[in-house]
């Protein structure tokens, strides 16, 4: 572990004292699930703003909740990119780990005040941080250490999912995050430590500020999830009187139901599966412009009209209106008159269909296929999500009190 406080702006010296991918390595063994962290070369954080507001201590990558591992290959491979990093692991339960985060001088302070009002914390795996400390606790078997929670002033808690930095990574301030004594243990937290930052896995109750959303939620999902309007009262009556602490008024929960009645659109998926999908983008076939006459033929200056002709077509499903004047707007033609003697020659391809427009086939077809994948797309994500929903919703009906499924 590097220890030395750095003060020079040399690159190469940084290098060196930089963590070295094998002591994360060593951290990945003990069950740390690790990540990489930017870090501060010159002042600067790696991640290149100069003004950023958490420099050398924020993630490189923004999956490293999903990324981060303790697999000694996996952890070679996060970190190969990076020759100068800083690192961090996930507190939580994976990492069977949670934090204490004391921060200066005030923080020892009212760590301290905490300590004589309820009993002193055990000696523990110490690590010292920019302006402070990090004391690591075992992570206790029941429960959820909840995450970034203050507990006293200037001292937080690091719980699920969390990220901390370890040892060996450099604080902006140019202090290296450093285990105090090796040969200190993590320890077991102490029970009033525990009563202050876990919360009881209990799922279900909902408490006063969430009530009113929750059950504008789940009645949304209920409908949605094809159950009839007697079904979405009989359960949001039943998810009112067992889950709401305390349960709303009925009046209210009526109210809800009737908006979300009014609200709820029977024809919403079929609109929204039916809606035209945006394509922002078209292919514009090289070969065809290189090798047919038709294209061959156009100046570079009337290609690039006929690209932002056939740009606007592409988003009208192959469409343009067959007004010259108007062609000649959306192709941007500088010489109207130029153009207006050359625009059959620069939209081949094109032909009349009806009275105002052109169509172009190929681009037409190309176009209707795309909506139809995407329109199948679309309706197979909304039959999983109605799948989702209906077991949700049977998951409710056999979690609740009702007094018998309504047909
Ligand atoms: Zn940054």
Not at 124 to 131: I, Y
Not at 151 to 156: G, L, P, R, S, T
Not at 334 to 358: H, M, Q
């Amino acid at each position: 572990m590097c220890v030395v406080a750095v003060e020079t702006e040399n690159l190469e010296f940084w290098r060196l004292e930089m963590i070295e991918v094998e002591q994360v390595v060593k951290y990945g063994e003990m069950g740390l699930y690790c990540f990489p962290i930017h870090s501060v070369v010159n002042g600067v954080c790696t991640c290149g703003r100069t003004d950023c507001r958490r420099a050398g201590k924020h993630p490189r990558d923004v999956a490293y909740k999903s990324k981060a591992s303790n697999d000694a290959a996996k952890i070679r491979k996060l970190f190969r990119p990076y020759s100068l990093t800083n690192a961090g692991f996930i507190a939580g339960r994976k990492s069977d780990i949670f934090v204490v985060d004391v921060d200066g001088e005030e923080g020892q302070k009212s760590l301290a005040e905490l300590e004589a009002k309820h009993s002193p914390l055990p000696m523990t795996r110490t690590v010292t941080s920019g302006r402070g400390y990090h004391l690591w606790f075992k992570y206790p078997s029941t429960g959820t250490v909840r995450p970034g929670r203050e507990i006293a002033h200037k001292v937080d808690v690091r719980g699920e999912g969390d990220a901390v930095m370890l040892p060996g990574s450099i604080h902006v301030n140019g202090k290296v995050y450093a285990v105090k004594d090796e040969s200190v243990a993590i320890a077991t937290a102490p029970g009033w430590l525990l009563d202050k930052v876990t919360r009881e896995d209990v799922t279900g109750a909902i408490p006063e500020g969430k009530r009113s959303r929750t059950v504008y939620k789940e009645a949304c999902a209920l409908f949605r999830a094809g159950q009839t309007r007697e079904q979405v009262c009989q359960l949001i009556h039943a998810l009112n009187s067992s889950r709401c602490n305390p349960p709303l008024p009925d009046e209210k929960i009526n109210a809800i139901l009737e908006k979300v009645e009014q609200e709820f659109d029977p024809d919403f998926v079929k609109k929204e599966i039916e809606r035209p999908a945006r394509l922002p983008w078209f292919k514009l076939s090289a070969e065809e412009v290189l090798t047919s006459m038709d294209g061959q033929s156009l100046t570079d200056y009337e290609l690039g009209q006929r690209i932002r002709l056939l740009s606007t077509a592409w988003i009208n499903g192959g469409k343009l209106t067959s007004d010259i004047d108007a062609l000649a707007r959306i192709a941007h033609a500088s010489d109207v008159e130029a153009f207006k003697a050359n625009w059959k020659r620069i939209l081949y391809g094109f032909r009349p269909c009806g009275k105002k427009e052109l169509i172009n086939e190929g681009m037409a077809a190309e176009h209707g296929g795309l909506q139809v994948i995407i329109g199948k797309r679309r309706e197979a994500a909304h039959i999983a999500q109605v799948r989702k929903a209906k077991k949700h919703a049977d998951s409710l009906w056999a979690s609740l009190p009702t007094e018998g499924r309504a047909a």
